[in-house]
């Protein structure tokens, strides 16, 4: 299996802040990587994926980069809305595993 | 835009089958483009995949849960069901259903809670 690390495992932002999630993956996986968003009580959300292509819908503060074994996730302007849990997930090969998750609190 | 919807008991017994259906709408599960999956949830714990399905029944389980998992679909009905078996209390999740293409959940379901209690 593909091991997921994500970091940090938590943060706390403000309004407007610039946020970056990092997510490191066992082995290289190309650009097989995607994004979700988790609010309280509610069921995943796809973000971004094959690393750096944009969801239909998400808002453009949103961005992905990276390739083989590490990638980000940054939040360029941090909104009230997006404090949230975000997971990432590799694509490249099954079992498809997900990082441990990174919480986004004020 | 594909709407799903689990349906299913929410409390199991230890050693039972938990049984959830995944009904599908907005779209055909027989969709060339689209594998159908399941994801769990523990209550206050990350994502875990379960396993996926194609229209045509071909599955992929992950392995820890391989022996106790079965994914079905049913394309007359546009759903598709999970059975797991010999529940323990470490099943207690939320289940999600989801679409995925290419390999991402691009569409999950509101998800369901089932708790394996006696």
């Known amino acids: 299996d593909i091991q997921m690390t994500q970091s940090p495992s938590s943060l706390s932002a403000s309004v407007g802040d610039r946020v970056t999630i990092t997510c490191r993956t066992g082995?290289?996986?190309?650009?097989?990587l995607n994004w979700y968003q988790q609010k309280p009580e509610q069921a995943p959300k796809l973000l971004i994926y094959?690393?750096?292509t944009l969801q239909s819908g998400v808002p453009s503060r949103f961005s992905g980069s990276g390739s083989g074994t590490d990638f980000t996730l940054t939040i360029s302007s941090l909104h009230p809305e997006d404090f949230a849990t975000y997971y990432c997930q590799q694509s490249y090969i099954t079992p498809w595993t997900f990082g441990q998750g990174t919480r986004v609190e004020i | 835009q594909l709407q799903l919807q689990e349906s299913g008991p929410g409390l199991v017994k230890p050693s039972e089958t938990l049984s959830l259906i995944c009904s599908v709408s907005g779209g055909s599960i027989s969709s060339v483009s689209y594998y159908w999956g399941w994801v769990r949830q523990p209550p206050g714990k990350g994502l875990e995949w379960i396993g996926s399905i194609y229209y045509s029944g071909s599955t992929y389980y992950s392995p820890p849960l391989k022996s106790r998992v079965t994914i079905s679909v049913d394309t007359s009905k546009n759903q598709f069901s999970l059975r797991l078996s010999s529940v323990t209390a470490t099943d207690t999740a939320v289940y999600y259903c989801?679409?995925?293409?290419?390999?991402?959940?691009?569409?999950w379901g509101q998800g369901t809670l089932v708790a394996v209690s006696s």
């Open positions: 082995q290289s996986i190309n650009t097989y």
């Open positions: 989801a679409s995925l293409y290419d390999g991402y959940f691009d569409s």
């Open positions: 094959s690393a750096s």
